[in-house]
Structure formats: structure tokens, C-alpha cells
């Protein structure tokens, strides 16, 4: 009996455990440029909090208040930019293994910005799924600190996201002719729940539980 309290107890719990929303920021642990080249500051500042006016500490702090009120400097040293005069570009960030994620907070930078952009997303850096296309960052007033854009999607594990920019510079550009990123990072997503089993030693518990029944019954013809 207590077997099959223990069982029912450990699956009540997963139940409950799936009603709890995981909302943690997650940083990129590394990011290429893929096409665009590469001016302004390097590239690993649109993941290392360069530039942003408060730290996050990745898998801990949560994504929605940290997001909503942290802004990233037009300071271009803290922001990467492409080659001068190119309208297009390339970024895929690896988170460092695969996660749950279903959302991509973005400091578009203000000066120049990335234009129109599509995401996709790879659990192994080869192969790619789109994600979203034709997103587009708030068009931000130049030489001011700016805040972020959050894009949300379908929770998704992947470990790399590709994020292809068109279309560069924004309409109110500033000085410089290419696509830019302040900052991004990612939202965890609550883990896809699988349909949960039933725990593999209930049949047996309940089993056992008939032959306890039986045992008692068959005391109780004895005496
Ligand atoms: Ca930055």
C-alpha cells in the first residue's frame, strides 16, 4: 500500500512541477559571425553583457524583470556591427547545450540596428530549422541608451540560433551603413512535459496489493 502512496505521490508531484513556469534568462555562451563581417566592437559583446546597464547571471535571474528594465549603452564598443555598406548578416549564438527556450530577448542596437531578421534554430550547428521570419527590433533614437524587444515563440530545444538580418540599416539610421546588435539572450522555456508514465513499479504495486487482499481474505476464511 505504501508502495503504491509512494507512486501515486512521486507522479502528483510531476503534475504539479508542470504548472510552475520556469522564466530564467540564458546567455549565449559563444556567437559567430557567419556573413556580414564584423566592425565596431567584437562580436562576443552582443553576448557578454557588454553594454548593458545591470548583469544577469544565466539559469538564476529572472528573464521578464531583468529585460523590462535593463537597457544597453549606444556606446559602439559594446556593440558589434557589420562590415561598413553591407545590408546583410549573420549571427549564430550557441547556448552551450541544448535548452528549452521560448523566447529571445534583442537590444537592437539604435544607431543602425538589424533591419528585418529571421531566426532558426539547430540542436547540432548543421542542420536548421526556421523558427520566425520577418521580425524586426524597435527602431530606436539615436546616440540613447535603448531597451530591449522580446520575441516569443513556442517552446524550442535547440543549442544554436541563426539569426539572419536583411535589409540593414533601420530607416532612422544613424551614421554608419550596416546591420548592429546591441545584446541578446534567451527566456527558459518550461520543459515540453512528455505524457507522464505511470510510474513502472505501480502495475506492480497494484498487483501486490491484490495478493495482500487475498492473503487477508484467506486469514479471515481460516479463522
Ligand atoms: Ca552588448
Not at 561598413?84 to 539604435?110: H, P, Y
Amino acid at each position: 500500500m505504501s508502495y503504491l502512496k509512494t507512486a501515486l505521490a512521486a507522479s502528483a508531484v510531476a503534475i504539479a512541477t508542470t504548472g510552475m513556469a520556469s522564466a530564467t534568462i540564458i546567455g549565449a555562451t559563444g556567437v559567430v559571425v557567419d556573413a556580414g563581417g564584423s566592425s565596431g566592437g567584437p562580436v562576443a559583446v552582443t553576448i557578454d553583457q557588454t553594454g548593458l546597464n545591470a548583469n544577469y547571471i544565466s539559469g538564476t535571474t529572472d528573464f521578464d524583470s531583468f529585460v523590462a528594465t535593463t537597457t544597453h549603452s549606444f556606446i559602439a564598443s559594446t556593440e558589434w556591427f557589420g562590415d561598413f555598406q553591407t545590408n546583410s548578416g549573420q549571427l549564430t549564438f550557441d547556448l552551450g547545450s541544448a535548452q528549452a527556450i521560448d523566447a529571445m530577448a534583442l537590444w537592437n542596437e539604435e544607431s543602425s540596428g538589424a533591419g528585418t531578421f529571421d531566426l532558426s534554430t539547430s540542436l547540432d550547428g548543421s542542420s536548421y530549422t526556421s523558427l520566425l521570419t520577418g521580425l524586426s527590433g524597435t527602431d530606436h533614437t539615436t546616440l540613447t541608451d535603448y531597451a530591449a524587444d522580446v520575441f516569443t515563440f513556442a517552446t524550442t530545444t535547440f543549442r544554436y540560433i541563426r539569426m539572419t538580418m536583411s535589409g540593414c540599416p533601420q530607416p532612422g539610421i544613424g551614421s554608419y551603413e550596416s546591420c548592429a546588435v546591441g545584446e541578446v539572450a534567451f527566456r527558459a522555456g518550461e520543459d515540453v512535459m512528455a505524457p507522464i508514465p505511470l510510474p513502472g513499479a505501480l502495475p506492480l504495486a497494484l498487483s501486490g496489493l491484490f495478493a495482500f487482499g487475498g492473503l487477508q481474505l484467506r486469514k479471515r476464511r481460516k479463522s
